[in-house]
C-alpha cells in the first residue's frame, strides 16, 4: 500500500509544483492572468511580487519535495511535509488578504491537505488500526 501512496504523493507534488511554476509565472507576466489590480488594494503586494513568492517558494518547495521524492532521498518525505504545508499556507493568507474567492483556492487547499495526508500515509502515521504504532507495536 506505501508504493500507492508514494505514486499518489508523486502526483500531487508534480502538480503543485507545475501549478506553482505557472502560477507564478502568470502573475509576473501583466495582464496574463487576468486578475484585477483593486484585489491587492491595501495588501502591501503587487501581482510581481506574488508571482515571485508563488514561484521560488511554494514552487520551490514543491519541486524540491517531488525531486527527492522521486529519487528516493531520505529527505523526500520531510520535503513533502514542508510543501503540503507550505501550500495550505499560502491558500490560506490569500484568502485572508484578497477579497475575492476563487474555487482554485479551494482545489490548492485540497492539494496541500492531500500532501501532508499521503506523506503521513507514507510514513504509516496514518494507520487504520487504533492503538498500534507505525512499527506495528501495541500501546
Do not use: K
Amino acid at each position: 500500500m506505501t508504493r500507492l501512496w508514494r505514486i499518489l504523493l508523486l502526483i500531487v507534488a508534480g502538480f503543485n509544483t507545475l501549478s506553482a511554476l505557472a502560477g507564478g509565472i502568470g502573475l509576473m507576466t501583466p495582464g496574463a492572468i487576468g486578475m484585477a489590480d483593486w484585489w491587492l488594494e491595501g495588501t502591501g503586494f503587487t501581482y510581481p511580487m506574488a508571482g515571485v513568492i508563488l514561484l521560488i517558494v511554494v514552487g520551490g518547495t514543491q519541486g524540491l519535495a517531488f525531486v527527492l521524492l522521486l529519487l528516493r532521498r531520505p529527505w523526500g518525505y520531510l520535503a513533502n511535509a514542508v510543501a503540503g504545508f507550505g501550500m495550505v499556507l499560502w491558500i490560506y493568507v490569500e484568502v485572508a488578504l484578497l477579497p475575492v474567492y476563487s474555487f482554485l483556492h479551494t482545489l490548492y487547499l485540497t492539494t496541500g491537505i492531500a500532501q501532508l495526508a499521503l506523506t503521513f500515509a507514507c510514513l504509516g502515521i496514518l494507520s487504520r488500526t487504533v492503538g498500534t504504532s507505525a512499527a506495528g507495536e501495541g500501546r
